[in-house]
């Protein structure tokens, strides 16, 4: 999914989200909610920012497990082995060694994934068009409509320096929040 173009997932998620005849409805009709009940993913405000959410989690999630994979293989075993010999347990050695080894992955991805979402247009632009109302409604939509939609592209070009400027305040306190754990 991570690879695959965000007009085809946009598309096919619209499909299983309609709200009478898309699959994942149509499950829950059969789990017994009645159709009023059933939650109108991309239509109600209320869970248009959830239905959006799963589809990005779910085009996200191959490629962090792939991060922290390459991470889990790259923790030198010789730390189990020294671990084993001072007798810790597994969870001693999940918290111990392998959650600190993963700090610099967790990191990495942390900050991707704000710069992501805060930088998304094109996904929500075509799965929800910023809607219902402003539901789902991003700052890089914000931008990118100010910048061709109402050609107001000194403000948006403002916008999106702010939006960098928010990113490095973002990227620089998340660094030293894990500096001051990782020191203290």
Same mark, same amino acid.
């Given at each position: 999914p991570y690879v695959t173009n965000m007009v085809a997932i946009a598309t096919v998620w619209q499909a299983l989200f309609h709200k009478s005849r898309g699959p994942i409805n149509v499950l829950l009709m059969i789990l017994g909610i009645s159709e009023e009940a059933l939650p109108g993913w991309l239509s109600s405000s209320k869970w248009a920012l959830l239905g959006v959410a799963v589809v990005l989690l779910w085009k996200d999630i191959g490629y962090n497990i792939l991060m922290y994979s390459g991470a889990l293989q790259s923790i030198p075993k010789d730390y189990y082995e020294a671990a084993d010999l001072d007798g810790a347990n597994a969870v001693q050695k999940f918290f111990h060694i392998t959650l600190p080894q993963l700090k610099p992955t967790t990191f990495m991805l942390t900050i991707l994934g704000i710069i992501s979402s805060l930088q998304m247009w094109s996904f929500v632009q075509i799965i929800t068009n910023g809607g219902p109302g402003t539901a789902t409604y991003t700052v890089g939509l914000y *931008?990118?409509?100010? +910048? %061709?939609?109402? #050609? @107001?592209?000194? #403000?948006?070009? +403002?916008? +999106?320096? !702010?939006?960098? %400027? +928010? *990113?490095? *305040?973002?990227? !620089? #306190?998340?660094?030293?929040?894990? @500096?001051?754990?990782?020191?203290?």
């Open positions: *931008i990118y409509r100010s +910048a %061709f939609m109402t #050609f @107001r592209t000194g #403000f948006a070009c +403002a916008l +999106a320096w !702010v939006l960098c %400027f +928010a *990113i490095m *305040i973002v990227t !620089v #306190f998340r660094w030293r929040t894990e @500096r001051k754990y990782e020191n203290g």
